[in-house]
């Protein structure tokens, strides 16, 4: 079937600009998580969703940034105002069953934003 | 906090030579420890996680608790192992699974 779907592939933003980077997790996937890539490092933590609940948005970085996912399947992520730090790969993750379920995580291919 | 380290950004090896990527971490509970790989225009994939104790692709790792370390391991490196591999950590499932991951080995074997 399937795997996880991001769209769009590439974003070029101005400062300043808002973005909205939008995830198709796996059918039937209930947990879904955001991660941010920035170039050189490991991907980072953002926030997590289990079904249409966001249970945890820890990592989110500052108030700019803005996650939903209203009907428990697709998931966008919006950065507001946007500054050239914020430029990186953005990782859309899910996998099948909740806590305390330790299941794998199916990755997309991720969105790659640059800020100008 | 979770924490994971992978101290080689880049390790070069020949084909034939016995690879170790080393992965060491901190976390104070239970963890579940996984490697995942990146292939070259490919998503990141799940190659292999502690539990399962499996081989995956020639590859494996062994969680020593003792020294934090889950370093992995093949014998025999193919020219076709070229790539980035992370090394992950999941904690508790209050955490919601949510992973931490290292900075990455970039693997290269030469020929």
């Known amino acids: 079937g399937a795997g996880v779907s991001q769209s769009p592939r590439y974003k070029v933003a101005k400062r300043g600009q808002d973005v909205a980077l939008r995830c198709d997790p796996i059918s039937g996937h209930v947990s879904l998580f955001w991660y941010q890539q920035a170039l050189g490092q490991g991907p980072e933590f953002l926030t997590y969703?289990?079904?249409?609940?966001?249970?945890?948005k820890s990592g989110l970085p500052s108030d700019r940034f803005f996650a939903e996912r209203p009907e428990g399947s697709v998931s966008t992520l919006k950065i507001q105002r946007t500054q050239q730090e914020d430029s990186a790969v953005y990782l859309c993750?899910?996998?099948?069953?909740?806590?305390?379920?330790?299941?794998?995580?199916?990755f997309g291919p991720g969105t790659r934003l640059l800020v100008l | 906090a979770q924490r994971v380290t992978q101290p080689e950004k880049l390790l070069s090896v020949f084909k034939g030579a016995p690879v170790e990527l080393k992965c060491n971490y901190s976390?104070?509970?239970?963890?579940?420890l996984f490697w995942y790989v990146q292939y070259s225009r490919q998503r990141l994939q799940l190659l292999l996680r502690?539990?399962s104790r499996e081989s995956i692709k020639g590859f494996t790792a062994d969680l020593n608790k003792g020294e934090t370390s889950f370093h992995l391991k093949k014998p025999f490196a193919q020219e076709e192992d070229s790539a980035m591999y992370y090394c992950a950590l999941s904690g508790l499932p209050g955490g919601g699974n949510k992973l931490t991951f290292g900075t990455g080995t970039q693997l290269k074997v030469e020929l």
């Open positions: 502690h539990i």
């Open positions: 976390y104070s509970g239970s963890p579940e």
């Open positions: 969703f289990q079904n249409e609940a966001q249970l945890d």
């Open positions: 993750a899910s996998s099948f069953r909740r806590p305390p379920h330790r299941e794998t995580q199916y």
